[in-house]
């Protein structure tokens, strides 16, 4: 016999079981969910004890919350990758090949020209490269391991963020979901994801969105009488309630079906693989645990069908980010033609070798003739190599990646590495007021009772007693239970307040009063409660109905002061007497009392009652007579004729650093705009307070209402062109609807009346910002008093939910883009100088100035030791006072090309000269038309050294990108930058004195290095003069990457299959760009696959009903019991029949933002309630109406499981854009 009363396998199967099938298996098998409660030995009131034996023996029984995470990939797997690199693979083979050559003497050669010493010497280039190759494989390994772990550590993080209230020993807990157990009582609220499978015990009005699980849209409601299963990767909608937990991890409904995805998802790999290595090209397009024949047929389907696929998700392209964009064209661009010239250099050198020892030598080909054309080749490679900037990738991943941890410091987690860049460019921030601008700590300071306005917490006697009876009731039983007044621990601290805050603020004034709201909730415990009408952006208001002692019911509301007033009929006046409320008495109630309430920055609340009572008993005017229980699902009839209590004004106070931060913002040039669900008035007031309005600036505030009317045609349908000439003046945007702040984001993030297009940042707590936040180009979830869904469909979460806090992520943000760019002006110039070097030279004389191994070790400094330090640059006050960048700025601006060419033309005469007059300047023997393994000359040492000390110097000139002067200012800020410039210089002068042979170096003396480094300093008297020409002199068409990068560029690479990279067309897989971009971009692939885990657990991968499923992979068989080794065979028919069903994928936690491509604006119609039901929220398109112009937002963004949103498309973009090692991408997390 088991520990407790049902084991894991009974409680799975009742986890199978829906509705009235689920109520009627819990009253017969365990005597109703109170049976089930003892059978589990928790207590539905107090939960379990707080103890942790208890819970670690529950662990033990029925398993932990947490579906364990992919093993990391260790070092060596991480070196196997860096090794796929096509051009290190190339110059392997070719070092190699050249150092077997070396050992071998056609016979008969005439050797009197060449030392025997030299000729034996002639392996060390070989091994030289070989060690060069693997130092390179090794450090690309190195860095792909910190980053994996780095990013471990922030998915730790964030999971740890993911927390739930549960009742443990009689106290509400709040505990990070891995910590839940079967047994748990877990409370229940609007907003919640449920992170675990239960059976309800108490719910309060509770609707669920299910559509993760079953494809069905609709909300389905939930009562213990009728449908108690609630299941792990749903989001509650609305309402609230108590579960017990049942199944949790792997065994719940969510981990089930990820053990059999996982299952399905090995055998398509196999599979897959195994395709290819029988070299058939049919399962290139494999999406990751899918299976593949279904996916390409999917898409011909829908067109064959007539149905318009939608252009961005049939592209299977996530929208790159801004910068990623144009950086990967550049890198792309660039490699095309370091490929050309290091073609050419090697084409050049071949002919010219065959023309002068075949034509003109008249010599015979003889097998050592090879060791030239091996060299040559390997001189191209190099070329190759040095004029590909790989390094940019790893700029930006290091850049991004250090900046997100710095962020964590600066309560800001990032979610999607690219929305830390995306926010340097923002130049408009859309803020909600609640919590962000203000503290989020809610004080009643006003009231006005009996028809007394008092400015302060009235004294409890100096009030009728009746009416203060009434509203302290009302105040502490319509309200959720879980709001609570913690009050504090030391006199002289505040009390803390949990939950809801506004409600807390009203709480706290029962406290104020002398009474305690527990004593009052004690009297009517919720399971007592016969129905509760919760608060949702709807209704704005929030009403309970409790039962009368004396038989009869009464119901509580409260809510926003105009639209509570407009249903009482009576209002509670002078010593409680009961007064008639006309519509001339609502007229001067706003005048008189709510405006000025709201002048002064205050939220207004009503409360307000309403009695029925039996015919016989009714004796007061305002009581309702009944015959029969009223219908309560007839909200408007309860809600309406009611009699007011008091109106209460509620103060949140400004944060007192806000305004110096929003001053900062506009400095730096960007919009502050707030959208608020509260009063026009106490928006106006609390704007003007935080710096968003000032006195006599031309700036307008509007009502949602009014909003809508300005932006609308005659047909109803959103304007842009009206919208233009609304936003740009619009600061504040009050009584909004979730629905009217996604049409302002869209609006500003569609106009194209700016010069360099708006780039918005929103930030939100509610479920029914979600849509609003993922259209956002950077969406800021609350940490605090943020939902799970909003959090899901954020980028960024605040986690002290402090508007100060966004504008340190604006500073890192800008500070990314700033790294990446003194990178880009670093690494061009050394790209430009040694391509033109290598390729005259090879033009030339016939042999590269740089040695192959010299080129290896320049393109160490300048890749991956040059990235290290001037992406780890810290941000300083300096970025604010610029103009944000916008959409549409270039990459590399004027003045960073003045610098590149600049410089670049200093060098380049700075070398050559050296190349072919140096023999002349230092008095050496010439270098140039040195045979074949002659020993290293002074002449090309003094050359590399050089190049090198100038690529040093240019790197503190790289540190300023704005054209200023001073480039010391800062230096010694950032150690990293200055240890890795010492440590570089110091190993320059090891390789030229000891390198010898292998670096093909002669050890110089102090003479000739004090030149080498004298021309190194001139780079920077040089960097002096390029910075006195004036940059508005310069053609405007020297900047790149200006404009916005086309969404089809053919220059986008666009990958396949993430794992193999197979390209769809072959054209360039030869291109060292590439390869290298994807090396570097595998910076978190290994990190990818825990994070598919990850969001797995989170949220489920679309699947049809479950008990479906369950027959797809198990040929039906209603009551499994485990899950643990499916048949593969089994389990990918049951991936094609998961495919075939084209029902929609759940909110994605870690990836896929909406695509933003502009797009005619359509007439926005808000659905709610079950007509449209509020779906989980989540990147899909919006839905297109037959006629081609209405475009449905419902208030939280739903799927329609048409076959127009098939699982397959929807599934192929989100497998795209998490696909972290597509170049396109740079490490989009």
Request: hydrophobic share 40%; glycine share 8%.
């Amino acid at each position: 016999m088991p520990e407790y009363g049902a084991s894991l396998e009974e409680l799975r199967a009742l986890m199978e079981y829906r509705s009235a099938e689920a109520k009627e298996k819990i009253d017969t098998d365990y005597g109703g969910t109170a049976g089930l409660c003892e059978k589990l030995r928790t207590d539905p009131n107090n939960g379990l004890p707080n103890s942790e034996s208890e819970l670690e023996t529950r662990r033990n029984v029925f398993g932990a919350n947490e579906i364990p995470p992919h093993p990391p990939k260790c070092f060596l797997q991480l070196v196997w990758e860096a090794l796929q690199d096509v051009t290190l693979v190339i110059l392997l083979v070719s070092a190699i090949v050249s150092l077997a050559l070396s050992f071998y003497r056609p016979p008969g050669e005439d050797t009197a020209g060449t030392d025997d010493s030299e000729h034996d010497a002639g392996w060390i280039e070989g091994v030289a490269i070989l060690i060069s190759v693997i130092v390179v494989v090794l450090v690309t390994a190195l860095n792909d391991y910190t980053k994996e772990r780095q990013f471990r550590g922030l998915q730790a993080k964030i999971e740890t963020e993911h927390r739930f209230f549960v009742l443990r020993g009689g106290q509400s807990v709040q505990v990070v979901v891995n910590e839940l157990v079967v047994g748990d009582i877990a409370q229940i609220k609007y907003g919640d994801l449920i992170p675990a499978d239960g059976v309800l015990i108490q719910s309060n009005d509770l609707k669920m969105d299910e559509s993760s699980l079953t494809g069905e849209s609709d909300q389905i409601r939930k009562s213990p009488e009728h449908d108690p299963i609630i299941l792990s990767g749903t989001h509650v909608m609305e309402g609230s309630g108590k579960m017990l937990v049942t199944a949790v991890g792997v065994n719940s409904q969510t981990g089930i079906i990820m053990t059999l995805l996982g299952a399905a998802k090995t055998v398509a790999e196999e599979e897959r693989k195994t395709a290819k290595r029988e070299g058939g090209d049919g399962a290139s397009g494999a999406e990751e645990g899918t299976a593949q024949a279904l996916l390409d047929s999917k898409g011909d389907e829908a067109m064959a069908n007539g149905k318009a696929v939608p252009a961005p998700e049939a592209d299977g392209k996530k929208e790159r980010s801004v910068l990623q964009a144009k950086l990967t064209r550049l890198a792309i661009q660039i490699g095309y033609a370091g490929s050309f010239v290091a073609g050419c250099t090697v084409l050049i050198l071949i002919i010219r070798f065959c023309i002068s020892r075949y034509a003109i030598d008249g010599k015979s080909f003889s097998l050592a003739d090879f060791q030239y054309f091996i060299n040559f080749l390997i001189i191209g490679v190099t070329v190759l190599v040095v004029a590909v900037p790989e390094g940019l990738p790893l700029a930006v991943t290091l850049s991004l990646a250090y900046s997100v941890k710095k962020m964590m410091l600066d309560n800001n987690l990032v979610r999607h590495l690219d929305a830390c860049e995306t926010m340097g460019n923002a130049t408009s921030i859309c803020s909600d007021k609640t919590g962000t601008l203000t503290t989020n700590r809610m004080t009643v300071v006003q009231s006005f009772i009996n028809d007394v306005h008092h400015k302060d917490t009235p004294k409890i006697e100096s009030l009728d007693q009746n009416t203060a009876k009434l509203m302290m009731d009302c105040i502490s039983v319509n309200s959720s239970y879980s709001s609570q007044v913690i009050p504090p621990k030391q006199i002289g601290e505040q009390a803390t307040q949990l939950g809801n805050k506004t409600e807390c603020g009203m709480l706290g004034f029962v406290l104020a009063l002398g009474k305690s709201y527990q004593e009052i909730r004690d009297r009517h415990p919720e399971e007592t409660i016969p129905k509760v009408y919760t608060f949702n952006s709807v209704r704005k208001s929030m009403s309970t109905v409790i039962n009368l002692p004396d038989g009869g019911f009464r119901v509580f509301s409260k809510g926003a002061s105009e639209i509570v007033t407009k249903r009482c009929k009576y209002f509670l006046g002078k010593n409680g007497a009961l007064n008639k409320f006309s519509s001339k008495d609502a007229e001067n109630l706003v005048r008189d009392v709510i405006e000025p309430m709201a002048s002064d920055g205050l939220r207004t609340i009503c409360v307000a009652y309403k009695d029925y009572v039996p015919s016989s008993k009714k004796t007061a005017d305002n009581q309702i007579a009944y015959s029969s229980e009223p219908d309560w699902e007839n909200e408007e009839a309860i809600v309406g004729d009611m009699t007011a209590i008091a109106i209460l004004g509620i103060q949140d106070p400004v944060r007192p650093e806000v305004p110096a931060a929003i001053t900062r913002c506009q400095e730096a040039g960007i919009t502050v705009r707030m959208v608020t669900g509260d009063n026009i008035n106490t928006a106006r007031s609390i704007a003007t307070a935080c710096g968003i309005l000032k006195p006599g600036e031309d700036f307008i505030a509007l009502e949602g209402k009014e909003f809508n009317a300005r932006i609308r045609d005659e047909n109803g349908e959103v304007s842009q062109e009206k919208l233009d000439l609304i936003w740009p003046k619009l600061r504040v945007l009050a009584r909004a609807q979730p629905s009217d702040k996604y049409t302002l984001v869209k609006g500003i993030i569609d106009s194209r009346v700016t010069d360099s297009r708006e780039v918005v940042a929103v930030t939100g707590d509610g479920t029914n910002d979600g849509p609003a936040l993922k259209k956002a180009d950077v969406g800021f979830a609350m940490g605090i008093a943020g939902t799970d869904v909003a959090k899901e469909a954020s980028d960024i979460i605040l986690t002290d939910d402090n508007f100060t806090s966004i504008v340190k992520a604006v500073m890192w943000g800008r500070n990314v883009y700033d790294s990446i760019a003194k990178f880009l002006q670093f690494q061009l110039t050394v790209n430009v100088v040694a391509v033109v070097v290598a390729f005259v030279g090879a033009c030339a004389i016939q042999d590269t100035p740089l040695k192959a191994v010299q080129m290896l070790w320049v393109n160490l400094i300048m890749d991956t030791l040059a990235s290290l330090a001037l992406a780890t640059e810290m941000p300083t006050e300096e970025l604010l006072k610029r103009k944000p960048y916008g959409r549409t700025s270039p990459l590399i601006s004027r003045t960073m090309s003045k610098n590149i060419l600049g410089h670049a033309v200093y060098q380049l005469v700075v070398l050559f000269t050296l190349i072919f007059y140096g023999e002349q300047c230092f008095n050496i023997p010439n270098g140039r038309w040195a045979p074949l393994h002659s020993p290293p000359s002074k002449h090309f040492t003094i050359v590399f050294n050089t190049f090198v000390m100038m690529t040093l110097f240019n790197e503190i000139n790289a540190r300023k990108i704005h054209g200023e002067r001073n480039i010391f200012k800062g230096l010694f800020s950032n150690p990293i930058y200055y240890v890795i410039w010492i440590a570089t210089m110091i190993s320059q002068v090891i390789i030229v004195q000891f390198g010898g042979r292998w670096f093909s170096t002669a050890a110089l003396n102090t003479s000739e290095w004090l030149w080498c480094l004298a021309f190194g300093v001139g780079t920077l008297l040089w960097g002096q003069i390029v910075t006195s020409i004036p940059t508005g002199s310069l053609p405007a068409n020297m900047t790149i990457g200006s404009g916005e990068a086309p969404t089809n560029d053919p220059l986008m690479p666009d990958y396949e299959d993430s794992d193999t990279h197979e390209k769809r067309s072959g054209q360039i897989l030869w291109v060292r760009g590439l390869t290298r971009l994807q090396t570097q971009l595998r910076v978190v692939k290994a990190f990818r696959s825990s994070l598919e885990e990850f969001d797995e657990r989170r949220s489920i991968a679309s699947t049809h009903s479950v008990q479906s499923i369950r027959g797809g992979f198990w040929g039906g068989g209603r009551h499994t019991t485990t899950a643990a080794s499916p048949d593969p065979a089994n389990a990918r028919n049951a991936m094609a029949a998961i495919s075939h069903r084209q029902s929609p994928q759940p909110y994605p936690y870690y990836h896929h933002q909406q695509p933003r491509t502009p797009s005619p604006q359509p007439h926005i119609v808000v659905e709610n309630g079950n007509a449209g039901g509020n779906g989980a929220a989540t990147g899909a398109p919006p839905k297109q109406e037959s006629n081609g112009k209405t475009e449905k937002v419902p208030l939280v963004q739903q799927w329609s499981p048409d076959t127009n949103s098939s699982y397959t498309q929807t599934q192929r973009s989100i497998n795209k854009s998490m696909s972290l090692d597509t170049p396109v991408s740079v490490a989009h997390v």
